[in-house]
């Protein structure tokens, strides 16, 4: 631990608050000892009850990953990196061990819920486990945009989704950290205060600064605007039936 | 970093490979600048296109605690640590941004999961830190048993709900860690592997033996048949109904 200002820092925290995605990796393999330490720590991440509705199948072969980037909206990170990780929510293991008690797993919205959040609790440690090494991650929500395509080539079973894809390698290039939304937007004391519109503009001139510093088309409000003209129509609109055939439900 | 057995770790992964849940705290205050050193760097965490759809509602308030501790089913940890943050999905924020703009956030299921997955890393970001300068945290999912009445309490407009609660502070006693499901029914390489019989069965046996370890009763088939006596019987049948009411999509 390394004292600064009279606040106490370490590594951990050093890591959180220098990390960026990382979309591009060099050639280097990930060796099997340091992937194997990153996901046991990853497992005792905390889970609902100790019911651990998730699964995280590891990817290594170049033509699946290769569909993966494809499927994912062509993002070649994901065939560049050496280790593509799948974050799946699993109901499907709890739902054997019931069976051998001749129960049947109950779902539900919430069933759904508890899933989801194990998944990505669990695949944050990951990256952050990653990242604490010195090696790049970035999470992929396209694996969200051919999901039966992705659970067919993962061979995922009923009760099984990618909530999120991951990316582990060696880091090629790293890009300039984006300012976050200013924190009283974020963060609230004892009650929640909506964010000002004063707030607002002031981010986005944070966000257009940070897009001319780093040589990029600074569209009109960078952050407002941006999500005006993309949020308008509903993302993902297959998310709903794909869940609810692959044996999540939302009732 | 340190090297054992030629593998390379770290306090990051320390942190993660130590880990337990607490759920007894010292009366210690957490003071404002180690909290917000951790607040800041739970900041960084990825977020679905920069769209940062979570929000932190700190709450110290012992009254206000009090009430919480009592509608998560009386979870005494919520009154007694020092600091207990409810970690919200958060799609309020962004349909503001968007107002500006005269455009209408679009919700849907991937909207709601965009803001859950969001929000769940955040809050694994934030325990993460905290654990790692030696503090103790607890998630709790009971946030969602009566979640009407927590929106009220923390002031939650449409579009915001608790995702978890997160107790962090000073640890008064530790308990021994459980052991995890069989790294062969979690972690699968190329293609997803279903959970054999005989793995859940070591499973049930090793988590038994936990049980005895620490002087609790164990029941029979300590996962399966805990979770067959449960599950069969969905969790939190409000929730759709509740979401629904709050601004969050499930269609």
Redesign the interface.
């Known amino acids: ?1 390394t004292t600064t200002d ?8 050093d ?5 960026v ?1 990382i979309r591009d990796y060099t050639d280097e393999p990930l060796d099997d ?2 992937l194997t ?10 889970t ?5 509705t ?8 170049p033509e ?1 990953k290769k569909t993966l980037a494809h499927l994912a909206g062509d993002q070649k990170h994901i065939e560049q990196a050496p280790v593509f990780v799948a974050v ?1 929510a ?1 109901l ?3 739902a ?3 069976a ?12 759904t ?2 899933s ?2 194990d998944a ?2 669990a ?3 990951l ?3 990653a990242e ?2 010195g090696l790049g991650t ?2 992929i ?1 396209g694996m ?1 945009n051919h999901p039966d395509q992705v659970a067919e080539l ?4 009923e009760g ?1 989704f990618v ?2 894809g991951l990316c582990i390698g060696h880091v090629a290039e790293r890009t300039p ?2 300012p ?2 200013p ?1 009283e ?8 205060q ?2 000002s ?1 004063e707030a ?2 002031a981010y986005d001139a944070a ?1 257009a600064e940070h897009y001319r510093s780093v040589g990029r088309s600074t569209p009109d ?1 960078a ?3 941006f ?11 297959h ?2 039936e794909f ?1 609810e055939k692959h044996g999540f ?3």
Chains 1, 2 share one sequence.
């Not at 890591?15 to 990390?19: D, G, K, Q, Y």
């Not at 937007?185 to 929640?192: D, K, L, N, P, S």
């Open positions: 631990m009279q606040i106490t820092t370490n590594q951990t925290i890591t959180l608050n220098n990390r995605s000892a340091t330490l990153l996901l046991n720590a990853a497992r005792r991440t905390p609902s009850s100790n019911v651990q998730y699964s995280f199948v590891v990817v290594r072969d699946r799946c699993d499907n293991r709890v054997r061990g019931m051998l008690h001749g129960q049947t797993l109950a779902t539900n919205t919430e069933t819920l508890i989801v959040i990505a609790i695949g944050q440690s990256a952050l486990a604490s090494l970035v999470m929500g969200r993962l061979g995922l079973p099984v909530v999120y950290q984006k976050r939304l924190d937007t974020v963060i609230h004391y004892e009650t929640y909506p964010a519109e607002l503009h966000l409000a952050w407002t605007g999500n005006a003209r993309r949020l308008g129509t509903a993302p993902r609109p998310m709903r869940l439900s939302l009732d």
